[in-house]
């Protein structure tokens, strides 16, 4: 070509090139594409066309370009929404210079490459040659994969209507739909030679790739004319067994059938089973309905109508495997060995609802698979913590999409026998919202009258749930309803002791952390000193549960120190000066309580799912402010305690030497500490009142002490619960004086016989004896 401007506006292109000679449409939108269309006017209608390297780039620069593009003539442009459609002419080839402009619109200077044309004097010519026809026949394979019947005559019209070789092969290239990148290596190619190895290499791959695609279609096709086949023939040869008589059927159907047959299912059960079945067999494999069916119908085949083990109620066996399994607890063991000789002697007898109510970690859930050892049932474990759609219990109608049986039909199940264990873990942690109350579906479960013929809304037939022996867990009885309760014994597994803790671990828990180490006894040795140290400064809880991961944490060290120190290496016994090195620094550094108590605070028990605590209310007065402050998350239980607790100081002032003014006219500020945590409850009252006459006599109380009880506006000290929890938790701490409420005498029995020769009881009836105690110095006053 001659006459081309030295620099031209550019067109940056991001799916496409455009080759020499071919017309190509384009979609122009971008303000700088539009611009640099809007100068071609400018330049005889010619402007150069680049491919971006990048076509998510909206403003490419030079470096984002290919350096190789078109000259192009611009036939016609077409306003539409948004840009516009450029039909351009490519005319040739040229190699980016350098950049003169970029706003408006991106300009270039450039250096033309001559167009591609065949010679009889190329060298290369024969091989040229050929390669130009071989690349036509692909191309033309190509285009009968497509359409065996237009294929050729379309290629004809596209390809074969074009005089110039080398055009031929730009064509081709444009209508193969390939990468920009493959396009622009076309584009580039500086020889005949090498743009025919190109597009040989580009046809080559497109033809597998599409003979591939036709091979799978074609295997598609023959699959699903394979399925419409059997549809058919399953057709006629149900239509054929129909016409017969005969009872036809696949061999999972009759698999089906003799798993049922096989079931010892009840009569009531064996009609709707045979309504069921024909019904399936009317259907067709495909159709959406049966695979419900026969996933119901499964599920009947699975569950175990007849099938039960047969009790172990020997009650040696059973002590012993309790025993074996738990340490301490002897009213529960006593309860349970009480449950199995009444069904002994009554084989009829309805198994007891057991709940265990206690703080975790105390072997609820342990001590239910000891029970079922101890029985000879099959043991399963329901978790209902977070419960809130009662259709989980009862389970789902087959209406719906997806539905399945409730949760104790499956466990059910899977235990294989109609007579398991099953335990409800976490029953008073059930919720309740607009999908239904589970604790009520429960009361039918639980129920031995009712449960004979438990309907689950899936299965829709009647389920006898009567032998099965229900243990439930909770660790508190707050969250449980009343009229579920009253379905259940309630059996309460207290704290342990510190005692109790360390013969447990002998016991239990060292044993298992060396089993599963894979240590000896002589490498991991705790002795009863360290262990004690354990149990005070590295746990604080009612159960063993973290008791068993701080042992099992020193083992995982000491099975590290004996590969690394080789496994004949002796290892000391874990003394107390070598428990900061394996475990760290201690983490409760104040359980033995506080060392001096000032005036106006009052160390009082308190009870809380996880155990035993001693809580210290403090108590300050205020000026001119005649108001009760109550800070540290008090509950209104616990608020209404406090001020019942100041209006008896108040009326018994003057007998006791605290000056009736000093009350009026000074304002009270009450804290219970932590002030993070949540309290309420009425067993802090007594502590309340101590805490406020400490206060207005300015005398401390003493720092071994400490007391629980609800006080009344008579000075009558009620009784209150977790009394077990509660002088364990001030055992620990180091307190060995406690003051509890009369009436909480026979609370004391609980008590580990060791604990209560250890520690000083004193039970009263009144906050006149609990002053002589707590401040005998103001009781003098009298």
Same mark, same amino acid.
């Given at each position: ?116 044309? +065949?010679? #009889? ?5 024969? *091989? @040229?040659?050929? $390669?130009? =026809? /071989?690349?036509? !026949?692909? %191309? ?58 190109? +597009?040989? #290499? ?5 033809? *597998? @790739?599409?003979? $591939?695609? =036709? /091979?799978?279609? !074609?295997? %598609? ?58 019904? +399936? ?19 009947? %085949? ?481």
């Amino acid at each position: 070509m001659t006459d081309l401007p030295p620099a031209l506006p550019v067109l940056p292109l991001k799916n496409t090139v455009v080759f020499p000679q071919l017309v190509i449409n384009l979609a122009v939108g971008r303000s700088r594409s539009l611009s640099a269309v809007k100068a071609a006017a400018d330049h005889g209608q010619q402007m150069i066309t680049i491919a971006q390297r990048d076509p998510d780039n909206e403003a490419p620069t030079r470096e984002e370009l290919f350096d190789i593009g078109t000259i192009v003539s611009v036939k016609r442009v077409e306003s539409r929404a948004g840009g516009a459609q450029v039909i351009v002419q490519g005319l040739q080839r040229i190699r980016i210079l350098e950049v003169l402009r970029t706003d408006p619109h991106l300009e270039i200077s450039y250096e033309p490459i001559d167009n591609l044309q +065949l010679s #009889d004097e190329d060298p290369d010519d024969p *091989r @040229v040659d050929a $390669l130009l =026809r /071989e690349n036509i !026949e692909t %191309a033309m394979r190509i285009a009968n994969l497509f359409d065996s019947d237009k294929g050729p005559q379309v290629f004809q019209q596209l390809v074969g209507s074009i005089d110039d070789p080398i055009v031929q092969m730009y064509r081709m290239a444009s209508l193969a739909n390939l990468e920009v990148a493959r396009e622009q290596d076309v584009l580039s190619a500086p020889t005949n030679l090498a743009l025919v190895e190109t +597009l040989h #290499d580009i046809l080559g791959h497109e033809l *597998r @790739v599409n003979e $591939l695609r =036709r /091979e799978i279609a !074609e295997q %598609a096709k023959q699959d699903i004319d394979q399925q419409q086949r059997e549809h058919l023939l399953r057709h006629q040869k149900r239509a054929i067994e129909q016409a017969l008589g005969e009872d036809g059927g696949s061999e999972d159907m009759v698999e089906l059938r003799e798993q049922l047959d096989d079931a010892k299912l009840p009569e009531g059960v064996r009609k709707e089973v045979d309504r069921e079945l024909k019904r +399936l067999g009317r259907m067709s494999e495909n159709a959406a309905d049966y695979q419900v069916a026969r996933s119901y119908l499964e599920l009947i %085949a699975e569950l175990p109508w007849q099938e039960r083990t047969e009790d172990t109620l020997d009650l040696g066996h059973a002590k012993g495997v309790l025993d074996e399994d738990h340490y301490g607890l002897e009213d529960i063991k006593d309860r349970i060995l009480e449950s199995l000789a009444v069904m002994q002697l009554n084989p009829n007898a309805h198994a007891p609802i057991l709940c265990f109510v206690g703080p975790p970690g105390v072997g609820k859930t342990s001590l239910g698979q000891s029970i079922a050892r101890a029985m000879g049932r099959n043991f399963e474990r329901l978790s209902l913590g977070g419960l809130h759609d009662e259709a989980e219990l009862r389970g789902h109608r087959r209406t719906y999409i997806g539905a399945m049986p409730g949760r104790i039909l499956q466990a059910v199940r899977r235990a294989g026998v109609n007579n398991p264990l099953l335990m409800l873990d976490e029953i008073d942690k059930l919720g309740h919202d607009f999908r239904g109350d589970p604790s009520a579906a429960l009361m039918e479960i639980l129920d031995p009258v009712q449960n004979k013929e438990f309907r689950d809304n899936y299965l829709n037939l009647p389920f006898d749930l009567s032998n099965v022996f229900f243990i439930t867990t909770a660790n508190t009885l707050e969250g449980i309803p009343r009229a579920l309760l009253d379905r259940m014994e309630i059996l309460e597994l207290s704290g342990y002791s510190d005692m109790e803790k360390r013969e447990i671990a002998r016991r239990y828990l060292i044993p298992r952390q060396r089993s599963e180490s894979g240590l000896g006894d002589a490498q991991l040795d705790i002795p009863e000193s360290a262990l004690s140290v354990i149990i005070r400064r590295y746990t604080r809880e009612a159960g063993v549960r973290s008791l068993e991961r701080v042992i099992g944490r020193m083992a995982r060290k000491r099975a590290r120190q004996v590969l690394e120190l080789g496994a004949d290496a002796s290892l000391d016994a874990i003394e107390d000066d070598t428990l900061r090195e394996l475990l760290g620094p201690e983490r409760f550094k104040s359980e033995q309580g506080r060392e001096s108590i000032p005036a106006g605070v009052a160390p009082g028990l308190a009870w809380t799912e996880a155990g035993g605590d001693v809580l210290y209310v403090e108590a300050v007065l205020t000026h001119r402010d005649e108001r009760v402050t109550l800070t540290g998350q008090l509950g209104e239980v616990m608020q209404e305690s406090a001020k019942a607790a100041r209006s008896y100081i108040w009326s018994i002032a003057e007998s006791v030497g605290i000056s009736r003014k000093r009350i009026e006219k000074r304002g009270v500020h009450i804290h219970v500490p932590a002030g993070a945590v949540p309290k309420d409850g009425p067993s802090a009252g007594i502590t309340m009142a101590m805490a406020l006459a400490s206060a207005y006599s300015r005398i401390p109380i003493p720092q071994d002490l400490a007391m629980t009880g609800e006080l009344t506006l008579t000075g009558l000290v009620l009784p209150v619960g977790g009394i077990k929890e509660k002088v364990l938790a001030a055992h620990r701490a180091g307190v060995r004086h406690v003051i509890l409420p009369k009436d909480n005498e026979a609370d004391l029995e609980k008590l580990p016989e060791a604990v209560r020769k250890d520690m000083t009881i004193t039970l009263v009836d009144c906050l006149a004896d609990v002053m002589a105690i707590a401040l005998p110095t103001l009781h003098k006053h009298d």
